[in-house]
């Protein structure tokens, strides 16, 4: 086995870092653009299932179309937010997780608990079991 | 939480009304359910009729409330809602201007639907859904599907009708005539 100085293990060690760093800071950005995706996703989706209530003949803006705006926005924001200012930090990364999970349940509850919506969940645990 | 605030009903008729009979099969209860044709919730209405009639021993006449507003140009109640509720079997339409027809029977809320058992009496009132827009097993679809056995001894005579609570659009407003009321009593 061949042993290494100090001084290469260090630059080795250092070396490691720089790079997971970057990677998780490009794996960010990813799942960034995916937030923004599932936002806009999202206010399709109530768009297009539910995008009035009614009284009689009156109507007005569904429920569902506001979540999907404020409540999406929230999910798909923070992360964002937390991308640009730390990237590749464990922080950024557990938010992230937890927006993936609630953007799951936003889309399930916009579609009216529809079971094909339930396969983001399993989409979302593969890439969540990966991303760590 | 909106999802779950239950609408508007009022005590349903206690027996089959006579105006009604002529939709009354012999040995078969009879369904009767008020729909919004534009309300997105009742979507899971229709969804969780479709699961109660796919078994063929179930099914029964099923007379359905078609809000239309007292001055609707043609074409107002044509929606996919309505398409899909077409496609239940033994289903009879009924357009009800301003929803009174429906108010007569104890039914303000989109997706409320009364069963009769065959011999006329009352043995279910209700919502289908387990909340506004959401379709799948609940509690109140079930004890639809058990109302709708057929060879069982009716719900009415072991235990009086079960009311479950109706989660959809109101059907009626303040500029609805008498006999729709928007304020009701709420059930369960």
Redo the contacts between chains.
């Keep these: 086995m061949i042993e290494h100085s100090p001084e290469i293990r260090r630059r080795a060690q250092e070396h490691f870092e720089r790079s997971q760093q970057a990677s998780n800071a490009f794996t960010d950005r990813l799942f960034s653009v995916l937030m923004l995706v599932q936002w806009a996703g999202s206010v399709g989706a109530a768009l297009w299932?539910?995008?009035?209530?009614?009284?009689?003949?009156?109507?007005s803006v569904?429920?569902?179309v506001w979540w999907a705006l404020c409540l999406g926005g929230a999910l798909a924001l923070m992360p964002v937010a937390l991308t640009l200012l730390r990237p590749g930090s464990l922080t950024t990364r557990l938010v992230i997780a937890a927006a993936q999970s609630c953007f799951s349940a936003l889309l399930i509850?916009l579609t009216?608990?529809?079971i094909e919506t339930h396969f983001h969940v399993f989409g979302s645990l593969a890439f969540l079991a990966f991303y760590r | 939480m909106?999802?779950r605030q239950p609408g508007g009903s009022t005590s349903a008729p206690a027996v089959l009304p006579a105006s009604l009979q002529s939709y009354q099969t012999s040995g078969r209860p009879t369904l009767l359910v008020a729909v919004?044709p534009?309300?997105?919730?009742s979507?899971?209405t229709v969804a969780n009729l479709e699961r109660a009639f796919c078994a063929p021993q179930r099914r029964c006449p099923i007379v359905a409330f078609v809000?239309a507003?007292?001055d609707?140009a043609a074409g107002w109640s044509d929606t996919d809602l309505v398409d899909r509720l077409a496609t239940l079997p033994g289903l009879s339409m009924v357009v009800d201007p301003?929803?009174a027809a429906a108010a007569g029977l104890g039914m303000s809320t989109?997706g409320h639907v009364v069963l009769y058992d065959r011999d006329g009496r009352l043995a279910f009132t209700g919502g289908v859904t387990p909340s506004r827009?959401?379709?799948?097993d609940c509690l109140a679809l079930d004890a639809l599907i058990d109302a709708l056995a057929p060879g069982d001894k009716p719900a009415a005579a072991q235990s009086g009708a079960v009311s479950a609570s109706v989660f959809g659009?109101?059907?009626?407003?303040d500029?609805?005539p008498p006999g729709?009321s928007?304020v009701a009593e709420g059930r369960r």
């Design positions: 299932f539910s995008p009035s209530t009614w009284e009689g003949a009156r109507s569904h429920p569902h509850h009216g608990g529809r | 909106w999802s919004h534009r309300c997105p919730c979507r899971a809000y507003p007292q609707h301003g929803g989109s827009g959401e379709e799948g659009c109101p059907l009626c407003n500029t609805n729709c928007p």
